[in-house]
């Protein structure tokens, strides 16, 4: 609606990059950088003791064969718990040794940073166990009504959800990677630089 008297305003408005009213830019919080200790993944992935496998009972009616039947899918779950813990303690072991030092030099790791790195390890190192889960059971299982998509397909997807944040943060992607500015200090890099 054109008001008379009144300039009509521009249909288009320019949008200045950079900083045109030359106020000073807050660098934001600088932090010392730290050597990050590698937790005891123990406490993330505990030794689960397996018992002995029942034995199945000899002469035994319905009611002692369903007990049987119970006994050895509860010891099936601990022995898969076990196995799934071992496996992601070395998983997360391995993550952070190849994690920590890149990060460190991309982009100075500080103390801060510990829990959001081995939070970061644990989901790559639980995202792997259910792939090698969903690899063992396959991806369709027998539900109560019949065949149906295997759970693990559902927490595989959380975690991954979970990972790509992690990535996102931590810098762990080539598009996240543009956004860190290297650790200030130490050598120019210009001796170590093996594409010089």
């Not at 010891?75 to 990060?103: C, D, F, H, N, T």
């Not at 990677?177 to 630089?193: A, H, S």
Request: aromatic fraction near 6%; charge should be neutral; include cysteine.
């Amino acid at each position: 609606m054109v008001v008379p008297g009144r300039k009509p305003k521009p249909a288009l408005q320019v949008v200045r990059e950079g900083n045109p009213g030359k106020r000073p830019v807050r660098e934001g919080v600088k932090l010392p950088p730290a050597d990050l200790v590698a937790p005891d993944w123990g406490e993330f992935f505990p030794a689960v003791r397996v018992p002995a496998k029942p034995r199945a009972p000899r002469g035994a009616d319905d009611e002692e064969l369903k007990a049987y039947r119970a006994e050895v899918q509860a010891w099936q779950r601990i022995k898969l718990a076990s196995e799934a813990s071992a496996r992601g303690r070395a998983i997360a072991v391995k993550e952070w040794e190849r994690v920590v030092p890149v990060l460190t030099h991309m982009a100075g790791l500080h103390s801060v940073d510990w829990s959001t790195v081995v939070d970061y390890c644990v989901c790559v190192a639980r995202l792997h166990c259910c792939e090698y889960q969903l690899s063992l059971e396959g991806l369709i299982t027998m539900g109560q009504r019949g065949p149906c998509r295997n759970p693990l397909t559902t927490v595989a997807t959380q975690y991954r959800t979970q990972l790509k944040a992690y990535i996102g943060e931590l810098g762990l992607s080539p598009s996240a990677r543009g956004r860190l500015t290297p650790p200030e200090g130490g050598d120019d890099g210009d001796e170590d630089d093996p594409f010089d």
